[in-house]
């Protein structure tokens, strides 16, 4: 392979050849340009570069008839074909093919392969280094990587999700430091009401015990272009803010911090919050009673020109916070949902589904969501909280109008309807989705 060259007499030892095929907006069959291919071969250009690989290059190729597994690439002369969706893959063919002379199979497409390999779940073994009582239902959890290396990077706002030993999968925001990798810090509310996960943890964890976590995913980032940042958090909804507070502090940008509990006994990570914001922060105890609380029309009218404001907690408080900044524009206004909205009354309606990269037809009857129905076709679909909440179910649609019903999605993404979360979202009656899988 190319760090093994045995070509002396080639004018390149290796060629890769990317596939940039276009297809029209809405094609049944999308295409890799629709995946990105164009900006993977550009990286994948790049990083030939900069590792100085001159003996390696890199075209742009039309369709190699390879769409339904794309974006699709081949290297030559090994003629190793692979497909890849994230930056990281990318990476991961470069150093080990390219560098290490070694395939990286679990991206390799086979030659007589017409179907999406499924997909393994990509896990980290952890070890539990603390466990402490926060409050009566309150856990913080601080867990290490198993070999004692660094675990993955991660900005502020971000979660993972924890496998429980009965099989469940529950996230949870990481409150520690994102430029620490030594460890990550949790905050683990017992919901009794819940299916059973934070019980579990709460019941079953301590130090010294091995548990598997996903790598960490941010559907609530910061903006660190805005000029000043109103956090404020509801509950257990401090451990993304608490994040977001030490990366505030890193960057010496201006914020205020309002925490929302009922008592201060009942307040989580209280020593912490207070050595990492100071004077920034204050403190709304309403004894359960929510005239008692925080005052949104002062808090968000004193705010500094041009701030943005984050919210994490209960539905109640992250509607009121919205509604308190209906006039800043979406772009200034970040939430975070830890449980589902309440029905809405939806009406369920029959739709059809088209299953680009398999080329199957389905039906998702009224009773049924979409992600039921692809498991019952037999597709490995990734899901966690299956309440619209954490993204793991986001698949690319490709034509059809959806009915969003989701709590990550912004205006501007649900109007322009290229993506679903498969787990509560639907087609409207009577409509076909055509979606990338
Ligand atoms: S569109 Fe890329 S292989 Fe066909
Ligand atoms: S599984 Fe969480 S949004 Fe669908």
């Not at 794309?70 to 991961?92: L, R, S």
């Not at 050595?275 to 204050?282: N, Y």
Request: with cysteine; glycine share 8%; aromatic share 6%.
């Amino acid at each position: 392979m190319a760090s093994q060259p045995q070509h002396t007499d080639l004018f390149y030892e290796t060629h890769i050849l990317c596939c940039c095929n276009q297809r029209p907006e809405g094609h049944p069959r999308s295409c890799c340009a629709d995946r990105g291919g164009r900006n993977f071969m550009e990286s994948i250009s790049r990083r030939v570069a900069e590792m100085g690989l001159t003996n390696v290059t890199v075209t742009e190729a039309g369709c190699m008839e390879r769409c339904e597994l794309g974006p699709a690439m081949v290297i030559y002369p090994d003629a190793v074909w692979y497909t890849y969706e994230n930056e990281d893959d990318v990476e991961e063919i470069i150093e080990s093919h390219l560098k290490g002379g070694q395939r990286v199979e679990r991206l390799v497409l086979d030659p007589d392969q017409k179907l999406p390999k499924p997909k393994a779940l990509d896990l980290l073994d952890v070890v539990v280094s603390d466990v402490r009582d926060e409050t009566a239902d309150i856990k913080s959890i601080v867990v290490k990587a198993a070999d004692g290396g660094d675990l993955p990077k991660f900005e502020a706002g971000a979660h993972i999700d924890v496998i429980t030993a009965t099989g469940l999968r529950r996230s949870y925001s990481l409150a520690s430091n994102p430029g620490d990798r030594s460890s990550y810090l949790l905050g683990v509310l017992r919901e009794p009401a819940s299916r059973g996960g934070s019980v579990w943890i709460h019941d079953n964890v301590k130090p010294g015990d091995r548990l598997q976590i996903t790598r960490p995913l941010n559907n609530f980032p910061l903006d660190d272009s805005a000029p000043a940042h109103i956090l404020i958090a509801g509950g257990i909804g401090i451990t993304p803010i608490l994040a977001m507070a030490r990366t505030l502090n890193g960057l010496d940008a201006k914020y205020q911090l309002h925490y929302c509990t009922r008592t201060p006994e009942g307040t989580a990570f209280r020593k912490e919050v207070e050595a990492i914001a100071g004077d920034s922060l204050t403190y709304h105890h309403d004894g359960g009673d929510p005239s008692r609380g925080i005052k949104l029309d002062e808090v968000l009218g004193d705010a500094p020109a041009g701030a943005h404001v984050y919210v994490c907690g209960p539905k109640t408080l992250i509607d009121a916070v919205r509604a308190a900044a209906a006039e800043w524009g979406e772009e200034r206004v970040h939430f975070e949902l830890f449980s589902a909205a309440p029905d809405q009354n939806y009406i369920n309606e029959p739709f059809d589904i088209y299953l680009s990269r398999r080329r199957m037809d389905l039906t998702v009857p009224a009773d049924r969501t979409i992600l039921e129905v692809v498991r019952e076709a037999g597709i490995n679909a990734d899901s966690s909280c299956e309440q619209g909440l954490c993204s793991t179910c986001q698949v690319r649609v490709i034509s059809g109008e959806i009915e969003h019903r989701d709590q990550i999605l912004s205006t501007q993404d649900k109007a322009r309807g290229d993506t679903m979360m498969i787990c509560v979202s639907r087609g409207k009656a009577g409509e076909k989705l055509v979606l990338d899988l």
